[in-house]
């Protein structure tokens, strides 16, 4: 029985999908303005992880994940660079999918543009007014908070108190906390509307998308521990206000965020670090390992001793792993006595292991149960009482943690005869290339390699 913390309750929750095993989990994506940071990918390998231990314990998962490719943000940079919106957000897009594909965060079905949902923003917009949730002025359309009095339900304030703390930018609002659904504008890049050229708020385009690939209620929305006020709370007041079904989402997930050195990230204190910065430095699993030995609702400190850390802890299971082939393909005994006892201890420790994935996905306390049992079995092995038999179990056991966690465990041995033989064609044919001196599809060739884990080194 898996429990998730539901932000939505302050509770663990035994997870229960609306549709038998299938899973409908919603991440609200970057805004796509600029390189991702390390901030980002803490959020986003939580959730992957999330992803591949729902589908380790039978789960079918849709993951769906939106793109922010309008917004204030990317039209202000696009200004200072003298480039179109559009070209500068599809190009911090392709960055932002590359670096995930880089750190092994590859389980997202479908990314879903804003800019290629307006119908179905605007369809939810006219929706919200016919039914008086929302209201035009001369800027625009905004949601009135005041037609939804669970309005704070997920974060906990009540409406009082969110109006006191909040000042109108906006005199033409009715509240000083309702929202922009629609800003009227006609600077580029707007778009035609019943209520003329403009572009959508930012809340909207959350809910258009979900409940156009999900229905008006789903299962797991997750986010960073920021996006619970305002914006998650807006999509809740979006939703259940135009279907009348409540709770738009069974679990909400929140991340806690990534720090540096104990201060929150930010370019104006020089403690900013991208994706491709850390990638310069340090090999991709080790960044994703230091993510995963904290609790994804935890804060998590990045320093480079924290990192070199990460890197000895990883490096041990690669070392154990590897001395496990070569016992493998040694003339080891293939059973032994106490091959029982053995069997016994293993499965215990994968019993406990998946409890603790169980628990809110405890990863610290997984790694923990996998560090003791390599430990163990190293024991055992120094004592000579393993046989290649048990020996086959600890690395299927240690491959399918791999898989859950996302490090590519396999190794070259474990490919078939037909896969060794492709791979030798692919390096004569960069062999070939090097010949010839194209340095870039040969490179190519190494780093698509890389990505499989198979390194080659040219000596
Ligand atoms: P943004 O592009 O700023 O909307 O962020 C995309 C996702 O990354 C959101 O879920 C944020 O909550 C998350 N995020 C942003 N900064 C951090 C951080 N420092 N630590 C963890 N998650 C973050």
Not at 217 to 239: R, T, V
Request: glycine share 4%.
């Amino acid at each position: 029985m898996i429990k998730i913390y539901n932000t939505m309750t302050r509770k663990k929750e035994e997870l229960k999908p609306i549709n038998q095993n299938k899973i409908k989990l919603f991440v609200c994506g970057p805004t796509v303005y600029d390189e991702s940071h390390i901030g980002h990918a803490r959020t986003y390998i939580s959730f992957d992880l999330i992803t591949r231990y729902l589908k380790n314990q039978g789960f079918s998962v849709f993951y769906l994940q939106n793109i922010t490719d309008i917004d204030d943000k990317i039209i202000k940079r696009a200004s200072e660079l003298g480039v179109e919106p559009i070209e500068l957000a599809r190009k911090y897009e392709r960055e932002y999918l590359d670096d995930m594909r880089v750190l092994g965060v590859e389980n997202v079905n479908y990314y879903a543009r804003a800019t290629e949902h307006l119908p179905e923003i605007i369809n939810q917009i006219e929706r919200l007014m016919a039914n008086d949730f929302a209201y035009e002025t001369e800027t625009g359309i905004y949601f009135d908070e005041s037609s939804f009095p669970e309005f704070g339900k997920l974060s906990r304030r009540n409406l009082e108190d969110l109006n006191i703390h909040r000042i109108s930018p906006d005199d033409t609002k009715r509240n000083p906390g309702d929202f922009a659904l629609w800003k009227k504008r006609d600077d580029e890049p707007f778009w035609d509307s019943p209520w003329g050229k403009g572009r959508p708020g930012w809340h909207i385009e959350d809910t258009a998308i979900t409940e156009e690939y999900f229905g008006p209620q789903y299962d797991i929305h997750g986010g960073g521990l920021d996006l619970i006020f305002p914006h998650h709370e807006a999509e809740i007041a979006q939703m259940e206000s135009i279907s009348g079904e409540k709770p738009m989402v069974r679990y909400w997930m929140h991340t806690g965020f990534l720090n540096v050195k104990g201060e929150k990230m930010s370019k104006s204190l020089g403690n900013f670090l991208t994706i491709r910065d850390l990638l310069q430095e340090y090999d991709p699993e080790v960044f994703r390992f230091f993510v995963l030995s904290t609790h994804y609702r935890s804060p998590i400190d990045f320093s480079q001793s924290a990192l070199e850390q990460s890197k000895n802890s990883l490096d041990r299971i690669y070392k154990f792993m590897e001395n496990i082939d070569e016992l493998i393909e040694s003339d080891l005994y293939e059973n032994n006595d106490y091959d029982d006892k053995l069997i016994r201890k293993l499965l215990f420790t994968r019993s406990n292991f998946l409890k603790a994935m169980d628990n809110d996905f405890n990863t610290p306390e997984a790694l923990s149960i996998i560090f003791n049992s390599i430990k163990d079995f190293n024991r055992e092995i120094n004592e000579k009482n393993v046989s290649k038999s048990i020996l086959k179990r600890v690395k299927l056991f240690l491959l399918e943690w791999g898989e859950i966690f996302g490090f590519k465990l396999h190794s070259i041995n474990d490919a078939d005869d037909r896969t060794k033989e492709l791979i030798d064609i692919l390096i004569d044919i960069r062999g070939k290339l090097r010949d010839k001196k194209d340095w870039e599809l040969s490179d190519f060739i190494r780093s698509k390699l890389n990505d499989l884990n198979i390194i080659l080194e040219d000596k």
